[in-house]
């Protein structure tokens, strides 16, 4: 009784997953769905093709993260965007600051 009840609900919820994938599928841009299909499919007939599901991350420094932000900073400046939350303390300063207590 115990593996009929399981299949059971195996089959509805597989139904109410397919229904959920086929809702959110269908909100995406074709081309998008159809270059998704073609690169896993032939990851699925040639694994040495590029896994699809690997993820990308690429990585960037403290460094780098606080340069971008000064140059953001020094955008807005000139063109008279700031954004302030404190007289002292800009936005990126804040987050900067933020990194620095990650740390410790």
């Known amino acids: 009784a115990t593996f009929i009840r399981k299949a059971e609900e195996a089959i ?3 139904a109410k997953h ?13 081309e ?9 499919e032939a990851w699925e007939r040639d694994g040495k093709q ?3 599901f690997a993820a990308k991350v690429q990585k960037i ?3 780098a993260v606080r340069l971008e932000m000064a140059e953001e900073d020094a955008a807005q400046l000139r063109e ?7 007289e002292d303390v800009s ?11 990650e740390d410790h």
């Open 61 to 63: 420094s403290e460094n």
């Open 91 to 101: 936005p990126s300063q804040l987050i900067a600051q933020g990194l620095e207590l």
């Open 32 to 40: 998008d769905t159809a270059e998704w299909l073609r690169l896993v």
């Open 80 to 86: 008279n965007l700031t954004t302030t939350i404190h």
């Open 50 to 52: 590029p896994n699809p």
């Open 18 to 30: 397919m229904k959920a994938f086929e809702d959110f599928n269908a909100a995406l841009p074709t």
């Open 12 to 14: 509805t919820s597989r």
